[in-house]
């Protein structure tokens, strides 16, 4: 979710992969229907393992679950890294609307701090 979130919000002007320390595989269901709300189609996305990102030019690592910051390495050239833990909706428990209503809840708070940091950045640059 975070990666199509911040693809958004950052207009394509800021080059957005994610990837996890341990990736479940795939990308669950619930996430999928959560961004299908706010028109995002992420149906055909992958997990991905962070190695396949070790031996690229990365200005800024952004770490969004518990504490995946402790598991995150420095990249090479690496000029930000960010720690915004948010709760991993995969681990919600409940009803089916129940699980829906977590992923939603995670999906709008990401979307918060995206926008936000997106804007900042964006301005950031402009300006150098």
């Not at 990736?23 to 393992?49: F, Q």
Request: hydrophobic share 40%.
């Amino acid at each position: 979710m975070a990666e199509a979130l911040l693809r958004r919000a950052a207009s394509e002007q800021l080059e957005v992969a994610s990837a996890g320390s341990n990736p479940a595989g795939y990308v669950h269901p619930l996430a999928i229907k959560a961004l299908e709300e706010v028109s995002l189609d992420i149906s055909s996305a992958k997990s991905k393992h962070l190695d396949q990102y070790l031996d690229l030019d990365v200005d800024t690592v952004i770490t969004v679950c518990g504490n995946a910051d402790q598991g995150c390495p420095t990249f090479p050239g690496q000029v930000h890294r960010h720690h915004w833990p948010f709760d991993d909706p995969a681990q919600a428990t409940g009803s089916l609307e129940e699980k829906l209503a977590e992923f939603r809840r995670v999906r709008d708070e990401l979307n918060a701090r995206f926008v936000a940091y997106a804007r900042d950045r964006l301005k950031e640059d402009s300006s150098n």
